[in-house]
């Protein structure tokens, strides 16, 4: 595991703001020779501290205005009744997160789709036709005032 210092932390904060920063920017911002900076991000990377680098997309200018969070209860709470459940969430496009969580449901979902009608579609016909889905409880979001997914 990489050693994370103030120093390593402020270039997670740079890349998180910014991903396609140069090197040599990012080095001015930290505090690094360029050289330095360089090795300790390959060193992040090698850790998997850095995951990946990705373009974050404006889903409303590509058409998919409604975003709702769904939480969702099985009808079984047994290892198979999830993986079906999860295996046929990994194939919904609509669907761009899938987290199995604690509490009174074991799912929440983020969905994003073109408006109410494309949602109403995505809960009748594909997630109300699971034989797992017991429960199905919408959220719509109705405004992000501070998001940091990347």
């Not at 120093?7 to 911002?29: K, V, Y």
């Not at 579609?121 to 109300?128: I, M, N, Q, V």
Request: charged share 25%.
């Amino acid at each position: 595991m990489a050693k994370m210092d103030p120093i390593n932390e402020r270039i997670l904060r740079e890349l998180s703001r910014d991903g396609r920063i140069s090197n040599l920017d990012l080095a001015a911002r930290v505090g690094l020779s360029p050289s330095a900076c360089l090795r300790r991000v390959q060193e992040l990377e090698r850790a998997g501290v850095i995951a990946g680098y990705r373009a974050v997309l404006d889903r409303g200018k590509l058409g998919y205005g409604f975003t709702a969070y769904v939480a969702v209860g099985l009808s079984q709470h047994t290892k198979a009744s999830q993986e079906a459940f999860e295996r046929a969430m990994a194939l919904a496009p609509e669907v761009v997160e899938c987290h199995n969580v604690t509490g009174t449901v074991e799912y929440l979902l983020r969905v994003e789709v073109a408006d109410l009608v494309a949602y109403k579609a995505f809960h009748t016909e594909k997630l109300g036709a699971l034989a797992q889905v017991n429960v199905i409880t919408t959220y719509v979001v109705m405004g992000s005032p501070k998001d940091g997914r990347a």
